[in-house]
Structures are given as structure tokens and as C-alpha cells.
DNA sequence: TGAGACATGTAATCGGTTACATGATTCC
DNA sequence: GGAATCATGTAACCGATTACATGTCTCA
């Protein structure tokens, strides 16, 4: 088996997490559990099979850690091609499509881009990024106002938080740009 | 086949949609597609199976209209049973968990809380609802702090988005608050 | 000696995604 | 006549959830 050719957000948080450093089942489980790292499963059912899938296609080794002794552990290692389809995924351009469907993915993206990619990409994700919610929100907005007529009370407030998400989301990328651009 | 338990997001989607006015598969994918309600797929393969599911449990009928053209709709109503488990869906207490991991199915309930449920059950909602962010948020505040030392900067900036959109909740459930108090 | 953390898995089920498939109606 | 919209579905695949299953090690 080989070659699926996208990388689930679970899949994408495993390969994030096993390049900063070799880790188990366990180890990754205790990350999800623990952290408010996106917010990811973490029952076994999910994270072990998902690493036999990425090491039926390459993208992690997995080596046994102790293997004498009576609790051993498989630790996984980032292999060449897995650290290629992290770098290709972690470059995707940012598309509306993300912004509306894929915020999740998009700030789980974000710590690794920064620790894999450096900083000049990560301003650029972040400015694109940026540049998407902007050009959203009036969207959003022209929604709200054509529902005010209807009296929908309650839809209308509904439609007004996820304008606040978005204009916190597009803060929050301000502030981050501003002060990694100092770093330049 | 009859009785599963709990009702999916996409299930409450619908139902709620449904308990409005009666409506169509199209007329939901259409929903879905053209409104920014919730983010859902909104494909046929979804959608489609989704009511048949819920027709066999009894919770919505469908009846055909325009039986003898050549276009017919097949509209779906609540059933009486359909409503009491809507009801009982929206009544269900907001937790801490819920606040965790399912933020999206408290957004998209809380119109359908406002439009059946009424007022005061609004309040009560958003009041639960605030309280749970505000205690949710001080945890997230302590894994920033733990985490300045580890020199983990891109880490630093992902949790205090998340800090953020959680303050961003905050802010808009006491507004919205404090504007249907204002109704009493 | 028992609780809780360490450690890894499987099996059944359920439902979402993607892609395919079909045909009618309306409007230009 | 062709495009867009109306309208409903199925089939293959994939992966997440839930529950089950097993055994070790450490520390109080």
C-alpha cells in the first residue's frame, strides 16, 4: 500500500509532533490528551492504526525501543518522504475554501510552518491568511444585513458571532505578523 | 430500525432546519451551500442518507408533492416524536467538555434554543455557556505561561489564538446577553 | 496490594466524502 | 439547443468513535 496522496489533519498533527521529535503511540496520545493542541481524538482507535497507515506509506519508521525488555515501546521516526509530504502539505497556498471550511487545519498548520518552513514563510501564510479572512467577512456581513428584514432574531446574533470569530482570527494574524516582522 | 440515541450535528442541523418550515433535501443542501449556517457538506451523499436515517427513526415524514408531475419533492415535516427529541437535544446541559471539543454544535444550536425553546431558556444557555468559557480560559492561560519558557515561540502564538477566539465567545454571549435581558 | 500510569492494540459500527448516475424544467 | 437549476439518489471507500482486550511498572 502506498500513496495516499492527502494528509488528514490527524494525519498532519502526527507528522508535526514526530518532527520535532521521535515519538510513540503513547507519547502522541498524551500530547492530545494533555495540551490543547487542536483537538484531536486521542483514543487508540484513531492514533494507532493512523501510524500503520503512515508507515505503510513511508512517511514514518517505526522502531521498537526495548525490545528486550517486558514493556517495549515503538517509537516512530519522520522518514524522508515523510518529511517531503509534511513540507509539500505544510505549503499549500491558503484558499477561501480553507478559511470557510478548514480553519482548524489552517491554525494547526501554523505552529509548523513557523518550526519547519522559518520565518519568512510564515509571515507570507500569515498575510495570505490574513488577506482571506478580510476579504470573507463583507461576505458575512451582506448575510447579516439581508436577515435583519426576516426577524430572525436569534439567526442574526448566531451570524454576528461568526463575524467576531473572523475579526479575531484577523487580530490575532495582525498582531503575530507585526511582531515576527520586528524579528526581520 | 428505530432509536438511536443522540442526535448528530448534522441531524440537529436538519431537524432544526426542518421544525422552521418543512423542507426538502434540495431545499437543506441549499441551506448549506448558500448560507453560512454551521459548515456542513451539503452533498447529496450526505444529505440524502441523513433523512432517510432520521424518517426510519421515526423523527421526520416525508410526503411527496406533486405526486403526479414529473418533478415531485419529497418534503420532510417533524414528527411529533422528532420534535420531543429536538427539544430534548437543545435542552441538554452545556458542558465543559462541550465547550472543549464541540464549540460548533453549541453555536448552532443556540438559534434553534432562541426560536423553540424560547427566551428564557436562551439566557439560560448563554449564561451556562459563559461561565464554562470563563472557567476554560485561565487552563489555556496557564499552558501559554508554562510554555514561554520552552522557547517554543510559533507554539506560543498558536495557543494564544486559541486564548483569544475563546475571549472572542465571551465577549459576544455577554452582549448577546445583555441585549435579551434588556426583552424580560 | 491496589491504583494509576505506561503501552499497544483490535472489532464493530457508523457516517461522511467523493464520484457517479439520471432525468426534468426553465430561460436565453 | 444548451446551460443552469431543480431534484434525488447510490456505491465504494475511508477513517473516526466506542468499546473491548491485555499486560507491565511504579509508587504509596
Known amino acids: 500500500m502506498q500513496n495516499r496522496n492527502n494528509l488528514s489533519t490527524l494525519s498532519l498533527a502526527i507528522l508535526g509532533l514526530i518532527s520535532q521529535r521521535p515519538m510513540s503511540g503513547y507519547d502522541l496520545r498524551k500530547v492530545f490528551t494533555t495540551t490543547p493542541m487542536g483537538h ?15 508507515e505503510a506509506d513511508n512517511l514514518v519508521a517505526g522502531e521498537i525501543e526495548g525490545k528486550n525488555t517486558l514493556r517495549p515501546r515503538r517509537v516512530y521516526t519522520l522518514t524522508k518522504m515523510g518529511k517531503e509530504r509534511l513540507v509539500q502539505r505544510l505549503s499549500e497556498p491558503v484558499t477561501s475554501e480553507d478559511i470557510i471550511w478548514r480553519m ?9 510552518i513557523g518550526n519547519i518552513l522559518g520565518l519568512e514563510k510564515t509571515l507570507h501564510f500569515l498575510k495570505v491568511l490574513l488577506q482571506q479572512i478580510e476579504a470573507y467577512i463583507p461576505s458575512l456581513q451582506e448575510h447579516l444585513d439581508n436577515m435583519k428584514d426576516e426577524s ?15 475579526q479575531a482570527h484577523a487580530r490575532w494574524a495582525r498582531r503575530v505578523i507585526d511582531q515576527l516582522q520586528d524579528k526581520l
Chains 1, 2 share one sequence.
Do not use: C, N, V
Open 40 to 54: 484531536f481524538s486521542s483514543s487508540p482507535g484513531a492514533i494507532y492504526p493512523a501510524l500503520k497507515r503512515l
Open 104 to 112: 482548524d487545519d489552517l491554525i494547526l498548520r501554523f505552529p509548523f
Open 152 to 166: 430572525s432574531l436569534y439567526g442574526a446574533f448566531a451570524m454576528q458571532h461568526g463575524i467576531e470569530t473572523y
